[in-house]
Nanobody, 124 residues
Framework: QVQLVESGGGLVQAGGSLRLSCAAS????????MGWLRQAPGKEREFVAA????????YYADSVKGRFTISRDNAKNTVYLQMNSLKPEDTAVYYC?????????????????WGQGTQVTVSS
């Protein structure tokens, strides 16, 4: 089993940047495909980005493509989400999640383990 802890959220103005981090413990991160998902107030949780175990494959939601970049450092047991050109509609709680299966998980149901989330607020 793996434990996930997100950090790096905060308040930023529209057009700004943030980098989220997800630190894993309990089991080596390279055993999991990883993803970032988010939930805005009053909305359902949605997929943002995912990365394969090796980091060789990534996948993004259309709403963040070209602005967000997911990456991982398996030696540091950490996954990152670099968020640029932030918009007010990016405001949400961002969750890191892990999937034991091979591939790039694109659906919420694919994920086996979840962090507690970190708040990102983008002001206009």
């Amino acid at each position: 089993q793996v434990q996930l802890v997100e950090s790096g959220g905060g308040l930023v103005q529209a057009g700004g940047s943030l980098r989220l981090s997800c630190a894993a413990s309990g089991r080596t991160l390279s055993s999991y495909a990883m993803g970032w998902l988010r939930q805005a107030p009053g909305k359902e949780r949605e997929f943002v980005a995912a990365i394969s175990r090796s980091g060789g494959s990534t996948y993004y939601a259309d709403s963040v493509k070209g602005r967000f970049t997911i990456s991982r450092d398996n030696a540091k047991n950490t996954v990152y989400l670099q968020m640029n050109s932030l918009k007010p509609e990016d405001t949400a709680v961002y969750y890191c999640a892990a999937d034991i299966s091979v591939g790039v998980p694109k659906k919420l149901d694919d994920y086996d383990y979840w962090g507690q989330g970190t708040q990102v607020t983008v002001s206009s």
